[in-house]
């Protein structure tokens, strides 16, 4: 039979089609298939809250220009340990006392005021009564709690419902139980990596405290880690979740084998009760399954990597503090970590890097709006970097510039309103002019000319990181092995990802008032004596700073908090603390934020 041509046509246009859809299916169902099975493996390790995981390979594009996220509704107050809403709890209130008496103290690095930080004074029994301190006196005022019936986890969660309305939906609660973290599974594991465009934000901010097994947590730890949960959990409505992240040290416990065997270690790692709910274990075993090709995974070199996997499987947070257990906030520690987001948040991007790279040293050149003008001359308003710092190795995912150049961005305008990616709480050094570093040369994983590229380093591993930053770290470790040493982590890849930075000037003091040869020394005539409009031509060429408030190396806050405690031996005469103020017999300490805090041997 001899069709009309129509018909022929209208035949041959139904097979393409027939053909057409059919390959469209064989391509679904082959590309669909491991998807599948990398669900039935993973996903109940995955919170069911969030938007789909993209596991399409490649870097993907860059980020579009961060919109100023709007201002959250006002907090719900929430109740806190003695089952009464803070808002009418006298007894859970911190007191800060008015010393007119006395000038308050200026830093020997940084500024309350650049910070918006409160001037408060306070005792000790003013700071950390309402959190146990003092208690099996006679003269405690305040009611005692029974701290070991207490649900830390339950009571943040509580919270989080009480404000969950003025969160985005992707807002959750945090469970440390069931078990989230699992080995990597070679095999049906493609990619668990989200991009940053899967991410919806939640506004919140994961507090993650470092811990270990064995820890022997003495009475001032734990006034410190429930402080730190009411005061920035609690007390701002939700806004912060605090998190026991403790390191089973022997890998021989196998803790990820099977839930005994992680239960076991958990009974067994001395965690006191009140914070079993907010514990969360890890080991070596875990980090060496996730990072092979990296081959270290000591804290020393890779501190970033147990949060990094922290922020994969818990990803409910926009933010991720580390905070050490040897650290102490002298007054309110949510309004410290707010006022240190809020000047990161307000900061522009221009010449970020370069303000960072020198410590604001009020006694040599005033308010901190000195250092910024300072920095801007030396760099005649230009900038080291603008975009993405080159590294061959990595492909960005930062934002491009809204300006051609940092020149073009006369008003300092990119930037401000936006969350920084990486908040350091120390000045950043350039590796390579750090000629005593001794982490200096450790580099690898991107090649010679990656491993080349500009690095700066922040200490202490005291830092703030968005989920962002840590995935796109935790996805080069995995893919290409990219590693820099701990201290050079945050900002290094926030740099290389055209990420924001910020170094926020919080007070630190010094152990001996007025000391303008050693400010001097720090200083190195800063940034009007600087070649190149960076800090320091050597920045590790500087003198010890053991008696700083807050360094990495430093016996000053020990001394500090024993005599306010009114604990351990008493000071020589010479040795006593010129910061603490004595008035009618009561020791106080102004506003700041103190490490190391080492236990008394």
């Given amino acids: 039979m001899v069709f009309p041509p129509r018909i022929i046509v209208r035949r041959r246009l139904l097979l393409i089609t027939v053909i057409f859809v059919a390959l469209i299916w064989v391509s679904f169902l ?7 099975q990398l669900s039935s493996a993973w996903m109940p390790s995955i919170p069911s809250f969030l938007p789909p995981w993209n596991f399409a390979s490649g870097q993907g594009g860059r ?5 100023p996220l709007p201002p959250l509704a006002a907090r719900v107050p929430c109740r806190g340990p003695r089952g009464k809403l803070l808002s009418h709890s006298p007894d859970d209130e911190l007191h800060a006392a ?11 690095v940084g500024s309350h005021e650049a910070l918006g930080l409160e001037q408060t004074w306070m005792t000790a029994d003013d700071r950390y009564g309402p959190y146990g301190f003092g208690e099996r006196l006679d003269s405690y005022t305040r009611s005692r709690v029974d701290w070991d019936a207490i649900d830390w986890n339950q009571l943040q969660n509580e919270c989080f419902q009480r404000n969950a309305g003025r969160f985005p939906p992707a807002a959750a609660p945090f469970e440390s139980m069931p078990v989230r973290f699992g080995l990597r599974n070679k095999q049906k594991e493609r990619r668990m990596t989200p991009k940053w465009d899967r991410f919806r934000h939640t506004r919140r901010t994961a507090v993650v405290v470092r811990a270990w097994d064995g820890f022997d947590y003495k009475d ?3 006034f410190y880690l429930r402080s730190l949960i009411v005061e920035t959990s609690l ?19 196998n803790i990820f084998a099977s839930q005994r065997a992680y239960n076991k270690a958990f009974r067994n790692a001395g965690i006191p009760p009140e914070l079993q709910s907010i ?3 890890w080991d070596d075993n875990l980090l060496e399954s996730w990072y092979p090709l990296i081959g270290e ?9 147990p949060m990094q996997l922290f922020a994969l499987f818990y990803p409910q947070f926009d933010h991720y503090w580390q905070l050490e257990l040897d650290m102490r906030f002298t007054g309110d520690a949510g309004a410290f970590l707010d006022a240190l987001s809020t000047f990161a948040r307000n900061e522009p991007r221009k010449q970020a890097l370069e303000r960072a790279t020198f410590q604001h040293l009020p006694t040599l050149i005033g308010p901190y ?44 305008s990119w930037g401000v309103g936006e969350d920084a990616d990486a908040l350091v709480t120390s000045f950043c050094a350039n590796v390579t002019a750090s000629l005593a570093w001794q982490f200096r040369d450790w580099v690898g994983g991107m090649g010679v000319e990656g491993d080349e590229a500009p690095r700066f380093f922040s200490p202490p591993a005291v830092q703030r990181a968005s989920r962002t930053l840590l995935l796109a770290i935790h996805e080069a470790q995995v893919d290409m092995g990219a590693r820099v040493p701990s201290e050079a982590t945050l900002p290094t890849f926030a740099l290389w990802h055209g990420l924001k930075l910020s170094y926020a000037p919080h007070p630190v003091y010094w152990h001996h008032p007025d000391d303008t040869a050693t400010a001097e020394a720090w200083w190195k005539g800063g940034p009007e004596e600087s070649p190149d409009g960076i800090g320091p031509t050597d920045p590790t060429d500087h003198p010890k700073g053991m008696g700083l408030t807050f360094w990495w190396e430093s016996h000053w806050p020990r001394l500090l908090v024993d005599v306010w405690m009114d604990v351990g031996p008493n000071p020589k005469e010479d040795e006593y603390p010129w910061l603490a103020r004595t008035e009618a017999d009561q020791v106080y300490l102004p506003n700041m934020m103190l490490h190391p805090m080492k236990h008394r041997e």
């Fill in 369 to 412: 709006s000195n250092l910024a003008a300072a920095v801007d001359k030396v760099n005649g308003g230009d900038a080291h970097v603008w975009g993405p710092m080159p590294n061959p190795a990595i492909e960005p995912i930062g934002p491009v510039p809204p300006f051609p150049t940092a020149r073009d961005d006369v008003d300092f």
């Fill in 297 to 305: 995974h000591r804290t020393m070199w890779q501190v970033y990597q």
């Fill in 98 to 108: 008015n010393l007119s008496a006395h000038e308050y103290p200026p830093p020997f």
């Fill in 235 to 253: 007390r701002t409505g939700g806004e912060y979740h605090v998190v026991l992240l403790v390191n089973i040290k022997d890998p021989a416990h």
């Fill in 63 to 67: 980020m579009p220009l961060r919109k």
């Fill in 30 to 36: 082959t590309s669909a298939t491991p998807q599948r």
């Fill in 220 to 222: 001032e730890d734990l």
């Fill in 279 to 281: 514990a969360v274990l």
